[in-house]
Nanobody
Framework: QVQLVESGGGLVQAGGSLRLSCAAS????????MGWFRQAPGKEREFVAA????????YYTDSVKGRFTISRDNAKNTVYLQMNSLRPEDTAVYYC????????????????WGQGTQVTVSS
């Protein structure tokens, strides 16, 4: 079992920054692929970023490349999403997810999900 708790969301002006954190419990965190997803009102949940077990490989959706950075600290069982140059279209609930069955393949499926943290970017 893995429990995921996101934090760090909030209200920010366009151009600003936020750092999301996802604290994980369970012994499988350090061997799991971790991902961030988001869901805007009226839209389907979409992939944002993922990182392999060691942090040596990262993947991003095109719309956040160059602005967002995913990282992890396995000693702290935590994965982060640094979000810079935020835009109103980044407004969404952001979810952390764990794929405990893979160490390097980031296509999922993700088997554990957090409850989400709201990010709101004002124009």
């Amino acid at each position: 079992q893995v429990q995921l708790v996101e934090s760090g969301g909030g209200l920010v002006q366009a151009g600003g920054s936020l750092r999301l954190s996802c604290a994980a419990s369970g012994r499988t965190f350090s061997s799991s692929v971790m991902g961030w997803f988001r869901q805007a009102p009226g839209k389907e949940r979409e992939f944002v970023a993922a990182i392999n077990w060691s942090g040596t490989s990262t993947y991003y959706t095109d719309s956040v490349k160059g602005r967002f950075t995913i990282s992890r600290d396995n000693a702290k069982n935590t994965v982060y999403l640094q979000m810079n140059s935020l835009r109103p279209e980044d407004t969404a609930v952001y979810y952390c997810a764990a794929d405990t069955r893979h160490k390097n393949v980031v296509g999922g499926p993700y088997d554990y999900w957090g409850q989400g943290t709201q990010v709101t970017v004002s124009s």
